[in-house]
């Protein structure tokens, strides 16, 4: 009775505590950093009534399988009038703080059963967790649904892993708990395949929770964890996780850096995350490899070449430890184990390493203050108290300033920018934040704005070597509203060579051809921007015809202007450019049908009145 009456004001606390960390995020907007391709332009998310559960369930996206973190997004899917993107963020995000204080409860009860039900313990693990500015991105970021979602499985998981393990017959009780842990984990699996992991750490928690009778602790504990007895139920989880990890490794694509590099840029990022777990500063969207002369001189390099040794130190200190204590081994053992799949050993994407990487790590590296603080005894833990109480306010506070940063794409990407100016990523992602803009400006002075913004992202990220189609066409278009033909002539032919099926770069191209009085030219890519882009018809068609009637194709014309006036009959101009078109193929009765429409819907059209006659005198 005395535990449930700790236990419930400690809950309580621990999601306002969450609340307060990340109600300001509530007001976040979509980011252009994967908001777009999980969301705002996903077909899965936004069409439901278009996509069906099996396309959820077979296809990837931005080469992830993740279907079920899909699924809750398109669950969270909804109409706003009055959003930009016309669809509002806000359900989104919610759902991501409601996941992420159901993870802080969940890592409460965790903990609580790890530390033989330690209140203290587990509140401040929970706390760390719930409120850590690493954790900032995981949650406040829209596209980390995964994050959120595969770590409240793979918690209930580890929750229903040590009820397996407390019953201690061989009744059905006990292997129900165990079905419980196998079903949890492969739907964390479904959620993000970092779960693959889930089967070590369940090993992590036998050998701490084993209570060795005889003198050599240590030995006893790793004898039991790895003997037949245990492992024999644990196989069809490392089955799974092989499954999942091939697929994970399968539809990635990997980075060609050399064995050494992977091995430092491992051990460099596994010593980072500990020292940000302490000093959380400097957080940015991307921490970008390094180039070729900062490996050589730069003091990154330096770090990077000492961090083995480094790691390899810091080892021994956590083996050496065994003596007294399996505390170190467990804590660094979860960090590690939990973390391993993305210390960039098997290399991908653009970034050294990234603070949401540590959302379930953390929880390892928690445990052991945590645990030290718990056992000592009150008069000397009351300084550590309160110095652990400052620690949390302090981790609010970063925290929170942390979650204005991903307010929008421009805060983020600023933040990225004051760090590395010239970084290609930042720049192309927010030219073309600000191209959107400009899109939707209200005026043309604003329009004017965005766009120079725009174009000084651009002209950085196309200089250091973009392989992004949408900057180039976004700069094409602004040289060509500026009346640099040949400019934008260059940009939108590299847009159409890094994404040949690009359909709106073949009709920039062509709008840009065709000033340079190369119709033939123009007519090919509005043909292809047609294939690519069938959507756009009416404004496509609208252009092409013109070019056929310019260049004496008059039945083409009249094949385009057929489906426009299909499509809009009211327009008195398609009217009259088609009985153009049929007066020159010797189609007197068509023209003179047509000049008739136009008057019916422009009366006063005297253009229409004296080509009318004409036909009529003949």
Not at 203 to 226: D, M
Not at 422 to 442: D, F, L, N, Q, V
Request: net charge positive.
């Amino acid at each position: 009775m005395r535990k449930t009456v700790i236990l419930i004001p400690a809950i309580i606390l621990l999601t306002i505590l969450v609340l307060v960390t990340f109600w300001e995020s509530f007001d976040n907007n979509f980011v252009d950093w994967d908001d777009y391709t999980y969301v705002v332009d996903n077909n899965l998310v936004r069409n439901p009534e278009e996509t069906t559960l099996k396309e959820v369930f077979t296809k990837t996206v931005s080469l992830n399988y993740h279907p079920l973190t899909i699924l809750t997004l398109r669950w969270n899917n909804n109409k706003c009038s009055n959003c930009p993107e016309g669809i509002s963020p806000a359900p989104f995000i919610r759902w991501n703080v409601i996941i992420h204080i159901l993870n802080t409860l969940l890592v409460f009860i965790l903990i609580y059963f790890l530390s033989k039900k330690k209140v203290l313990v587990a509140f401040i693990v929970a706390a760390l967790f719930g409120v850590h500015p690493m954790h900032v991105e995981s949650v406040a970021w829209i596209s980390e649904r995964k994050d959120v979602l595969y770590t409240f499985f793979f918690l209930s998981g580890l929750i229903t892993y040590i009820k397996y393990l407390n019953v201690t017959d061989n009744n059905k009780k006990k292997y129900i708990w165990l079905a419980a842990t196998f079903a949890l984990f492969v739907i964390s699996c479904l959620s993000k395949a970092m779960a693959v992991v889930f089967p070590l750490v369940l090993l992590l928690i036998k050998f701490w929770q084993y209570q060795p009778t005889g003198n050599n602790q240590v030995k006893e504990s790793i004898k039991e964890t790895i003997s037949l007895k245990n492992i024999i139920p644990l196989i069809p989880f490392f089955v799974t996780s092989l499954i999942f990890g091939i697929v994970a490794i399968s539809i990635n694509k990997l980075n060609t850096f050399t064995i050494l590099h992977r091995i430092q840029f491992a051990t460099y990022g596994f010593l980072m995350y500990i020292v940000k777990f302490f000093f959380p500063g400097n957080q940015l969207a991307i921490y970008p490899y390094p180039s070729q002369a900062e490996y050589d001189t730069a003091t990154i390099g330096l770090l990077l070449k000492l961090a083995p040794f480094a790691f390899i130190l810091l080892s021994v200190l956590v083996a050496y430890s065994l003596r007294k204590t399996k505390l170190f081994v467990f804590g660094m053992g979860f960090f590690l184990v939990t973390i391993i799949m993305v210390l960039q050993l098997i290399s991908v994407g653009v970034a050294i390493m990234a603070d949401r990487y540590t959302y379930l790590p953390y929880i390892g590296l928690a445990f052991i203050p945590a645990m030290l603080i718990g056992d000592k005894v009150m008069l000397k833990r009351i300084p550590i108290f309160v110095f652990t109480c400052v620690f949390i306010i302090v981790m609010i506070f970063l925290a929170r300033r942390q979650t204005s940063v991903w307010r929008n794409s421009e805060t983020l990407w600023s933040k990225v920018i004051d760090k590395y100016p010239a970084m290609e990523t930042a720049r192309s992602i927010r030219g073309i934040y600000w191209e959107k803009k400009a899109e939707k400006a209200p005026n043309a002075q604003t329009q004017n704005y965005f766009e120079d913004k725009a174009f000084e992202d651009f002209k950085i990220a196309i200089k250091a070597g973009t392989p992004r189609a949408d900057v180039y066409e976004g700069a094409g278009c602004i040289y060509g509203k500026w009346g640099d033909l040949n400019n934008a002539l260059f940009c939108f032919n590299n847009a159409i060579r890094l994404k040949p099926q690009k359909g709106s770069a073949y009709f920039n191209r062509a709008l840009t051809l065709s000033k340079l009085n190369n119709n033939e030219g123009a007519i090919k890519d509005y043909n292809l921007a047609l294939v690519y882009q069938p959507q756009r018809a009416l404004q496509i068609l609208t252009n092409r015809y013109i070019l056929f009637l310019s260049t004496g194709k008059f039945k083409e014309a009249t094949q385009d202007l057929d489906y426009l006036i299909s499509v809009d009959g009211n327009n008195f101009i398609f009217y009259y450019n088609r009985a153009q078109a049929r007066t020159q193929l010797n189609d007197i009765q068509g023209a003179i049908s047509d000049y008739k429409k136009v008057l019916t819907l422009q009366p006063n059209d005297q253009m229409s009145k004296t080509e009318l006659q004409k036909l009529l005198e003949k």
